[in-house]
């Protein structure tokens, strides 16, 4: 059984930073391509990034492309999410899980999620 912990969200101003973590356990993490997604309050689903298994090759959607970069650790079984220059239509919970490609859809398949990270940007 997959399990996922995310954890570092919180509230921040806009123009802020933040640093995203998911431990992840019940598979083998380093072979697997890993991804954020996010809810936003009344609205589904939203792919915003992914990684490849070792590391080398990353993707981000429009909306966050050159203020959030993806990374991980393999050795600790954890995957990172740096936030930079926040805005406030990047309040939402954030979820970590492996990697279904770009299209938010998919990740409806997903059967375990944790318990995701909450961001908030307000003035």
């Known amino acids: 059984q997959e399990q996922f912990v995310e954890s570092g969200g919180g509230l921040v101003q806009p123009g802020g930073s933040l640093r995203l973590s998911c431990v992840a356990s019940g598979f083998p993490f380093r072979l697997y391509g890993m991804a954020w997604v996010r809810r936003a309050p009344g609205k589904g689903l939203e792919w915003i990034s992914e990684i490849s298994s070792g590391g080398t090759d990353k993707s981000y959607a429009n909306s966050v492309k050159g203020r959030f970069t993806i990374s991980r650790d393999n050795a600790a079984n954890t995957l990172y999410l740096q936030m930079n220059s926040l805005k406030p239509e990047d309040t939402a919970v954030y979820f970590c899980?492996?990697?279904?490609?770009?299209?938010?859809?998919?990740?409806?398949?997903?059967?375990?999620w944790g318990q995701g990270t909450q961001v908030t940007v307000s003035s």
């Open positions: 899980a492996q990697s279904r490609g770009r299209s938010s859809n998919s990740y409806l398949k997903q059967e375990y």
